[in-house]
């Protein structure tokens, strides 16, 4: 280690520009060359090149990777979180679909899950929502059930414990309100994201990028633009299979050892499915993604 060599953590990536954040001084960051394997939650070590200018030596050993991927490139979402947290609403209507893929990007990369619902005082559409989310407590994952804009103080205290001593990442389809979550659990949000936008120096483009955030209990919050593709891309068919939690008691009991569950003769997955012990629209997902992993380039 020279004097010149620095720790720090990305706190916002936007194209190939990082910002580091170095014992609470932020750092321009620039890979070298045109790599942006680069993801917000990432440890790196800087050499200073400027007052605030450096440039990312290396990238430390990350424990979890979350991203995204389709068969032409993919996007790295976030580094070393431990949990993950999908916002759904009871309206607007979320998608099953963007749900499960989530939940299967966090299986297949260690991260715990878990759903938030909001807007519970809209009551209309309460049951129905509630009713939806079913499919995925009954898999284990947790649900909280919140209203951050008529009960502000009890979302708080509601997400603060699940928070503290975390990394977590926030994500959800727009209009879910995301917003006023990171907005009632980082109450200078505002002013950071501010900061980050000067000091990455993307102009207008503040709402877009990726950032992280110190919680005041402790703790860090991710918060990443809304998504309406989640291509998952990278997944192999083994690891599909058992990013499907509910698969589990049936992986192994195929009359096929190669079996890929999809229409297979004495396949114990498509005969849970049959049974009602794995839900349709789970294992459409399933085979949805299988064929969009076989895509190839030519
Ligand atoms: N009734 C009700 N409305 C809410 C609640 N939370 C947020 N909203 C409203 O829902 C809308 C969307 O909230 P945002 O926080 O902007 O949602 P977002 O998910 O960040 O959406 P984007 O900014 O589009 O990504 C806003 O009009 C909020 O006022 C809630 O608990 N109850
Ligand atoms: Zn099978």
Redesign the pocket.
């Known amino acids: 280690m020279t004097k010149h060599d620095l720790t720090g953590t990305i706190v916002a990536a936007h194209g190939r520009h990082y910002l580091a954040d170095v014992d609470g001084e932020f750092l321009q960051c620039v890979t070298r060359g045109k790599k942006t394997n680069v993801a917000v939650g990432d440890i790196v070590h800087l050499k200073r090149t400027s007052n605030d200018q450096a440039v990312i030596e290396k990238i430390a050993e990350r424990t979890t990777l979350l991203y995204r991927s389709d068969q032409y490139k993919s996007k790295l979402l976030a580094a070393n979180i431990s949990r993950l947290f999908i916002?759904i609403?009871?309206?607007p209507s979320f998608a099953d679909d963007l749900v499960s893929r989530a939940l299967v990007a966090c299986e297949a990369a260690g991260v715990d899950a878990h759903l938030i619902l909001?807007?519970?005082?809209?009551e209309p559409n309460l049951a129905r929502a509630r009713e939806r989310a079913s499919l995925y407590t009954r898999l284990g994952y947790p649900l909280h059930e919140?209203?951050?804009?008529?009960?502000p103080d009890d979302?708080v205290a509601a997400l603060t414990p699940l928070l503290q001593d975390q990394s977590s990442i926030l994500i959800?389809?727009?209009?879910?309100?995301?917003?006023?979550?990171?907005?009632l659990l980082v109450p200078d949000a505002d002013i950071a994201v501010r900061e980050i936008s000067e000091a990455l120096d993307t102009g207008k483009h503040t709402?877009t990028f990726t950032r992280l955030y110190k919680l005041p209990a402790g703790g860090t919050l991710i918060d990443s633009?809304?998504f309406q593709e989640f291509g998952l891309y990278h997944l192999t068919e083994g690891m599909l299979e058992r990013a499907f939690v509910e698969f589990k008691p049936y992986l192994g009991g195929c009359k096929y050892y190669n079996c890929h569950h999809l229409a297979e003769p004495q396949c114990a997955v498509l005969q849970a499915v049959a049974d009602g012990k794995i839900a349709k629209l789970r294992h459409e997902l399933y085979a949805q993604l299988l064929h969009e992993s076989a895509q190839t380039l030519y």
């Open positions: 916002v609403a009871t309206e909001n807007k519970v005082d809209l919140v209203s951050a804009k008529t009960h979302t959800g389809q727009s209009g879910m309100g995301k917003s006023s979550i990171v907005n709402t633009p809304g």
